[in-house]
């Protein structure tokens, strides 16, 4: 996992962790109505 973004993880932690959630949940909503 770290080796997929060794990058970005050290200059922005907090803005993957967050990110990696929410689009979870986008895939979610479209799969309730459908």
Same mark, same amino acid.
């Given at each position: 996992?770290? @080796?997929?973004? &060794? !990058? &970005?993880?050290?200059?922005?932690p907090?803005? !993957?962790? +967050? @990110?990696? !959630?929410p @689009?979870?949940?986008?895939?979610? &909503? +479209?799969?309730? +109505? !459908?």
């Amino acid at each position: 996992m770290n @080796a997929i973004l &060794p !990058l &970005p993880e050290d200059e922005d932690p907090e803005g !993957l962790h +967050p @990110a990696e !959630l929410p @689009a979870d949940e986008d895939d979610t &909503p +479209p799969v309730d +109505p !459908l």
